[in-house]
């Protein structure tokens, strides 16, 4: 017997604002051009409410063609202390004037730009276990101090 697969959809799971505190640029390294940016605080919202401690970082590769590999890494707790680990893991992209400027922190607007990533999560929580069983990918926004982003879940 032979099955096709079913395609895949989209819906809407949560909302993130990830606050960051200031790039450090540690040049080329033996892995490329590494830059880390801290993880001071943020919110998730919609479907799943949870503070973002600090203390997380994104590992970023910018690449030689510029294209930038994310790699963040943040814990976030729910009003009743359940702990929950993100991980983002995707690539942000554009012409150079328009990476050049959101490095800037100028306004620049998400269309002129490509940046998705897949969120996997861990947690103790067993009201929460069913975010283990599922893929996430997200629509992200670079903002001067901040990186926004609408998360669903692939059924």
Do not use: K, N
Not at 11 to 30: I, K, Q, S, Y
Not at 76 to 101: C, K, M, N, S
């Amino acid at each position: 017997m032979t099955h096709t697969p079913t395609v895949p959809t989209l819906e809407h799971a949560f909302d993130v604002v990830v606050r960051l505190g200031p790039l450090a640029d540690h040049g080329r390294t033996r892995a490329g051009h590494r830059r880390v940016i801290p993880i001071i605080g943020g919110q998730v919202t919609g479907g799943l409410d949870a503070e973002i401690l600090p203390g997380g970082a994104d590992w970023q590769v910018v690449r030689d063609d510029g294209a930038i590999e994310v790699d963040g890494r943040y814990t976030a707790r729910t009003p009743g202390g359940e702990l929950i680990y993100l991980q983002v893991a995707g690539v942000r992209t554009g012409p150079p004037q328009v990476l050049a400027a959101l490095l800037a922190g100028d306004d620049v607007s998400p269309d002129r730009y490509y940046f998705r990533t897949v969120i996997t999560i861990e947690t103790d929580a067993a009201a929460l276990a069913h975010l283990e069983h599922a893929v996430f990918v997200a629509s992200c926004v670079r903002d001067a101090d901040a990186v926004r982003y609408a998360a669903y879940r692939v059924t």
